[in-house]
């Protein structure tokens, strides 16, 4: 009989975030992705047991960060250097022994080993549990979960259908086959169930669980999203939290994995959606009641649509928050049009909104000095003729914010010439008052159209380590054969002009270590 037949009166699940891994030179740090919470809050409000756990922590009064978050168990099989942090596998399945189902979320390709090995682990020991995983990485290589353990693959928002799952557990109506947006194996071959509803309210959905989370750990390790630091003043710890106000994007990039989360398998949820602002204000509140002080906008896409900003930024002005650099910067967004001509200029009513609700260090997304590139791959988001980007960074910079740029080298087609000049923008840029700048090479992760069509060229070997993809980016050459630029010569090229650029800037890579990785 398969474990998906058995019938738990009372289904008690376990959102877990596994172990994580990471080479000695990236500054590491805990998940603190947002999708768990809000799983775990869906299937509270349900009615269903549910628990959270973080193994990079463990739980709080009874194991130590000694013992977790920073004991380095060295991972020979996948490289010399990297090395695994987390509870230790015997901790593991006693945390998972009480548990009918362990859901597992897998967004980072870079992290796909830990969560491979958490599931041969509890099916080594617990081979009656049901082990269930989400996340566009999960989604992308659900035939490699499903041969390391995995029962199901969810495919799109996890929501509506982990919460159909379980009442299927519990009483076996829907019948599996009617649980929305799911895969799994029957009679050995992988059987795909119809696409949830989208939700175009994101209202619908409970705030995540953050009082759920081990937020005084993620406090007293002070390491937050992209590895940064410095945000508070010398000796402050910061309360941080993430928090979403949206879902989805304008745009698909073709190296995002929004790209191809409008249709298939995922559905519309990269179609761009919005929580009310009376709802990001209960969010806000209930941070605030939390304790935090320092928040981080997850977004992917926080500025499109500039009415919704004013208004989201005057509730962060009034609950006083300090706010981390925005996860979802465009630059088209940092501009608007003149009004007596189809000409942009600078926003910078925006800019200064941005500046009085607590904004100080953002990241621009330069991607590309080649306007055939950003054509090609950027969903043509920004004009280097229509946006005066020179002049974005010197207002920014006169206003007193602290701005990295963001640029791509290695497309698959670049040329020499379209690097050069990638380069030469960013010389320019760096001139004009950044603080500093990064180059980064293109990964085709899994779950994106650039990664189907460099398998589907032959650029791409499609049995490469997933494990190696994230890494690759500052360390590695590009991962893509048949580049029009030798690939020893694009690495060589792009940690000089690294190098060259950010000499003089040794504050900000400090900052900038993390997410150079």
Known sequence: MSVLDRRPRDPRVLCLYPPLQYYPDEVYRPDCSLALPYLHAALRAAGFDADLLDTSIGRPGRDRLEDTFYRKEPMPELGKDLFRIGLRPERILEEVEAFDVVAVSSIFTQQTACCLDLARLVKSAFPEKILVAGGVNARSLKEMFFDSGYDVVFLSEGEEPLVAFAEHLRSGTPALDAVPSISFRRDGRTVTTRGTRLVTDLDEYPMPSWDALPNEQYWDISVLWGGREGW????????????????????????????????????????LRFHSVE??????????GLGVDLVYINDDSLLAWKHRVHQVLDLMRRYDFELADINGVNIRHLFRRDGRSDRLVVDVELLEHLHAAGFRRIGLPFESGSQRVLDAYSTSKWRLDKCDVLELVRVMRAMGFTINGNFMVGYPDETVEELTRTFWLARRAMDAGLHGCGFFMVQPFPGTAIYDQAVANGQLDPAVRPDDMGFSKAQSPSPFRNLKIDPQVLHYARNLAYALLNRDQRSWLRLSEGAAG
Not at 279 to 288: A, F, N, P
Request: glycine share 12%.
């Open 232 to 271: 508070m003043d010398e000796g402050q710890k910061p309360h941080f939290a993430s928090i979403l106000t949206s879902r989805g994007c304008p745009y698909r990039c073709t190296y995002c994995h929004i790209s191809k989360e409008r249709g298939g398998e995922a559905g519309e949820i990269g179609d």
């Open 279 to 288: 709802r990001v204000e209960r969010e806000l509140d209930t941070l605030k």
